[in-house]
């Protein structure tokens, strides 16, 4: 909750500077990055430190991703564009950035419907393979940082790093897997 | 394509043509320049939108000047002690007589007049921003550009040790722009010197830069070094770094996307969290000065 309480006192002390809008915009951008990369650490973590703590906490954290990232697709939809759908349109079909941020915020929608335990258990094996989206989603969001930015930027490119090494982990645990297995 | 030679603008053309704008900005020419503390009050107008001029803190806190950093509040924070003083600004290449001056020679040269022009950023912002300046064709015809000056190239300073930015790869650095001659030679193109009636801080482009009001604000390099007349159409480093985003023409065009970001509309830098976007006009409401050097050409294709 903290990212919201943050913006909230920023709007409240007109803290935003020269473009508030987008600057609101941003700020729930980077949180959705930042929650996502706190999501793919739960499994590493747990292998690490064997305590299963870690995997309950997935579960909020996944909610949080598409909470924030819900909140940065309105504040673009509603403060920026007014809810004028012609140009938003335009946008999601033409600007490759806005195109592969709304696919990740797609994809993140049948996540967070199979999120709980009941959902779990229903899909049984089907659940692990769906939530395997959220390595699309990852990389479709780190594109779309990189995507917006006009030359090189430093944080686009740390966020892509973190991310990729985040998935990479996971090769490594397989194939450990692998050769034990 | 219809081109005016810079040399068929008679003086007095351009003074009729100055009078003509300053009077849409809705001053008298007795009060060209006005103290900061009128500025709040005063207004600049273009074509279809009357727009109050972008507060001080705003136009001196939020640029983008890579050369500093690539966030907005890099060259704010990070050129305080960029030193401006001395500094030598060349004017060469198809020139009749190379000349070198020093920044107050060119400040004392010139009567230094405000000027207020609406900036619109490529990313989808915009400001209204009271400089002070002179027209840059005063500038160039010291030196006497030749008949094979076809264009004038812009370079800014390369100092890595006081410009940050300019350690990291970001751009091909010194930061290089271009324009047309004809395009240098309207009058509307500006040297700017100042800024709000006061000296041109060091983040928005001290000692000296360029405004050119109606293409998009990358094009208006700032702490300028080297002013070379050319003959043929030099490579900005934006084309350099991204040839299918950026063009050498660079006119503001809400009809022409950049494939980042809709040109149609922008952010007034300032309004608040409730306001709305606004349209962009075509030249970014200079039109009725500026499409003239343009008709004939298609401006999709020359982006
Ligand atoms: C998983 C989904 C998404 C993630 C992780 C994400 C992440 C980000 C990040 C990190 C930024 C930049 C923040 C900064 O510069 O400080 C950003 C900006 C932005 N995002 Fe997203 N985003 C997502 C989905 C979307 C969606 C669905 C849309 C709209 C359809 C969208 C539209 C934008 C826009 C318009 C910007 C501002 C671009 C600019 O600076 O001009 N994003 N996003």
Redesign the pocket.
Known sequence: MWPLTAISLDIYYNELGAEPV?KI??HF??W??IF?CLTLSMSPLKRFTKLSIWIKLRRMLGLF?FFY?SI??LA?IGL?YRFDWQPILN??LKKKY?FI??S??LL?IPLSITSSQKMMKILKNKWKILHKLIYV?AV??SL??IW?SKTIFF?PLI?SIIIVVLLALRIKIKNKDINYG | MKKIKYSEITPEKIYLKRREFVKKLGFSTGSLIIGQNMIGDAFAANDNLQEKITERRYVTTYNNYYEFGTRKSDPVEKSQNFKTSPWNIAINGEVEKNITLTVDEIKSSFPIEERIYRLRCV??WSMVIPWMGFSLKKLLEKASPNGKAKFVEFTTVFDPEQMPGQRYPILKWPYKEGLRIDEAMHPLTTIVTGLYGKELPNQNGAPLRLIVPWKYGFKSSKAIVNIKLVEKMPTSSWMQASPKEYGFYSNVNPRVDHPR?SQASERVIGSGILSERIPTTMFNGYGDQVANLYSGMDLKKNF
């Open positions: 987008k915009m941003n951008g980077e959705t990055l996502i991703v990232a940065h697709l673009y920026d946008d999601v806005i941020g709304f990740a915020w993140l989603i479709f969001g779309h940082y917006l944080k966020y | 990313e989808g970001w």
